[in-house]
T-cell receptor, first 116, second 114 residues
Framework: AQTVTQSQPEMSVQEAETVTLSCTYDTSENNYYLFWYKQPPSRQMILVIRQEAYKQQNATENRFSVNFQKAAKSFSLKISDSQLGDTAMYFCAFMKRGSNTGKLIFGQGTTLQVKP | DGGITQSPKYLFRKEGQNVTLSCEQNLNHDAMYWYRQDPGQGLRLIYYSQIVNDFQKGDIAEGYSVSREKKESFPLTVTSAQKNPTAFYLC?????????????FGPGTRLTVL
């Protein structure tokens, strides 16, 4: 069974600085997807970034980028130039590629506070 | 506007009552999902459906029931058999065909048992 672990329950960062959120996962699968979702105080889950395991290049989306280390089963999220609107809970998630269920396995979440 | 809607936003239930949470999507997605979110535990899958009139249990299906009579709709009933139903419930959907493995979420329903 797959598991996803986020070892940092809470983090804080000053506005305009850079912060990295950690995520590790355990799987015997070779083909899969990894996701970072953001849940702001409104509680709407928003996709931040998506990585396909067969791609070596790390995904980037504007100020958000990942460091995907497949051998180490690590998938960290870097937020550059942090903004107050980045304050949210962040979830790392795993999905087996080609899964007939499309089931997402979530980590416990990291609460990020961006301070002015 | 394409998206997923959930209603109501807040729901209060008395002990012993069944309540139904609504989830509707106009994204033409095949698959729909229900997750439960508790503090410190992330999201856990309750039920999912990949096609009309078919659905499967997730990891924590006990005390819940669903139906999928239309592609757009996937209501969740929290029955009196669910011992600790107070939680935040999220509905999601995704397309099954093609390289589109991303799930999109609705705004959620907060259920509180009085």
């Amino acid at each position: 069974a797959q598991t996803v672990t986020q070892s940092q329950p809470e983090m804080s960062v000053q506005e305009a600085e850079t912060v990295t959120l950690s995520c590790t996962y355990d799987t015997s699968e070779n083909n899969y997807y990894l996701f970072w979702y953001k849940q702001p105080p409104s509680r709407q889950m928003i996709l931040v970034i998506r990585q396909e395991a067969y791609k070596q290049q790390n995904a980037t989306e504007n100020r958000f980028s990942v460091n995907f280390q497949k051998a180490a089963k690590s998938f960290s999220l870097k937020i550059s130039d942090s903004q107050l609107g980045d304050t949210a809970m962040y979830f790392c998630a795993f999905m087996k590629r080609g899964s007939n269920t499309g089931k997402l396995i979530f980590g416990q979440g990291t609460t990020l506070q961006v301070k002015p | 506007d394409g998206g997923i809607t959930q209603s109501p936003k807040y729901l209060f239930r008395k002990e012993g009552q069944n309540v139904t949470l609504s989830c509707e999507q106009n994204l033409n997605h095949d698959a729909m999902y229900w997750y439960r979110q508790d503090p410190g535990q992330g999201l856990r899958l309750i039920y999912y459906s990949q096609i009309v009139n078919d659905f499967q249990k997730g990891d924590i299906a006990e005390g819940y029931s669903v139906s999928r009579e239309k592609k757009e709709s996937f209501p969740l009933t929290v029955t009196s058999a669910q011992k600790n139903p107070t939680a935040f419930y999220l509905c999601a959907s995704k397309q099954l065909a093609g390289n589109t493995d991303t799930q999109y979420f609705g705004p959620g329903t907060r259920l509180t048992v009085l």
